[in-house]
């Protein structure tokens, strides 16, 4: 079995990247700020910014060529948009055949300008995937050196079962919705199967899209309280409280955070120090699933 991909607990989530507004030399600043602070890792996919999120990020190491062998890519693949860059597609869809794969895994490394992804990660199940097929190609992308590692998103366990009974390569990591906005992962086997089957979970939208701290919705303003009241507990912000809250899960979830703020970022970085015990962890899973546990 090939030796599993090292993470850092905090990953630079670039899915808005677009809408960032931020030059490549400022983004590039903030990657070695990042660096810094341990967060030595990218989550990309090829979709993100209607494709281009890819190519703006590589711009971003051009900005700063040092940056390319100090850190490490995931992206995705697998989601086929409706897009005036695919003209010749007419309805969304899945397509997780070699062809789409591949070519996918080599326009990342043209728009990256590196010659090879870390781990590559396939971005939603597919109904009508060929196991045996992505197995075949994933092989072939491990032997030519272009992806190093392995590994899926949005996957229930019954997904990522089927398709390792197929595919050579360890699949270590399956990136899924989690936070206290979103804790069913927790509730339906989702974490406990990964952890039997030491798969690390990568936590995107870890702070509810922003909802755990903007929306009127009155189960959200509740929640917005009981994480207001464990923050002045511990002496910080009700943001690294909703990061701790997942960060302290044994199962060492890793999250994204995808914010182009500097300190949003730090601050999820920070919440890897705070320890919650277990009826703080209890008492905010409460109010986010609005009743006690059984």
């Given at each position: 079995m090939e030796e599993k991909i090292t993470l850092p607990r905090i990953v630079w989530g670039l899915w808005r990247i677009k809408t960032w507004n931020r030059t490549p030399k400022e983004l590039a600043r903030t990657m070695n700020?990042?660096?810094?602070?341990?967060?030595?890792?990218?989550?990309?996919?090829?979709?993100?910014?209607?494709?281009?999120?890819?190519?703006?990020?590589?711009?971003?190491?051009q900005?700063?060529?040092?940056?390319?062998?100090?850190?490490?890519?995931?992206?995705?693949?697998?989601?086929?948009l409706l897009s005036e860059k695919q003209q010749q597609v007419y309805v969304k869809h899945y397509d997780t055949?070699?062809?789409?794969?591949?070519?996918?895994?080599?326009?990342?490394?043209?728009?990256?300008?590196?010659?090879?992804?870390?781990?590559?990660?396939?971005?939603r199940p597919?109904?009508?995937?060929?196991?045996?097929?992505?197995?075949?190609t994933f092989d072939e992308l491990y032997k030519e050196g272009k992806v190093?590692?392995?590994?899926?998103?949005?996957?229930?366990?019954?997904?990522?079962?089927?398709?390792?009974?197929?595919?050579?390569?360890?699949?270590f990591v399956n990136q899924i919705e989690i936070s206290l906005?979103?804790?069913?992962?927790?509730?339906?086997?989702?974490?406990?199967?990964?952890?039997?089957?030491?798969?690390?979970?990568?936590?995107?939208?870890?702070?509810?899209?922003g909802k755990l701290f903007t929306s009127d919705e009155p189960n959200m303003v509740k929640l917005r309280n009981a994480l207001e009241q464990v923050a002045q507990n511990h002496g910080v912000t009700p943001e690294h409280i909703a990061y701790a809250w997942l960060l302290?899960?044994?199962?060492?979830?890793?999250?994204i955070a995808g914010s182009s703020n500097y300190d949003r970022v730090k601050s999820a970085v920070e919440a890897k120090d705070i320890v919650l015990d277990r009826q703080e962890w209890?008492?905010?899973?409460?109010?986010?699933?609005g009743e006690p546990v059984p």
């Open positions: 700020k990042l660096l810094d602070l341990g967060v030595d890792t990218v989550d990309l996919a090829d979709i993100y910014g209607d494709y281009e999120a890819t190519k703006m990020f590589g711009e971003v190491l900005a700063d060529p040092t940056l390319s062998n100090r850190i490490k890519v995931v992206t995705k693949t697998g989601i086929v055949s070699a062809e789409h794969i591949i070519a996918s895994v080599d326009q990342s490394l043209l728009d990256l300008g590196r010659d090879h992804i870390d781990l590559l990660l396939i971005h597919d109904p009508f995937t060929d196991p045996l097929e992505v197995g075949h190093l590692s392995f590994g899926v998103s949005n996957f229930m366990p019954y997904h990522h079962s089927l398709l390792t009974k197929y595919v050579k390569q360890p699949l906005a979103h804790p069913q992962p927790f509730l339906d086997w989702q974490i406990p199967y990964m952890m039997e089957n030491d798969i690390t979970p990568m936590a995107w939208s870890p702070l509810g899209g302290s899960h044994p199962s060492n979830i890793v999250v209890f008492y905010l899973l409460e109010q986010a699933t």
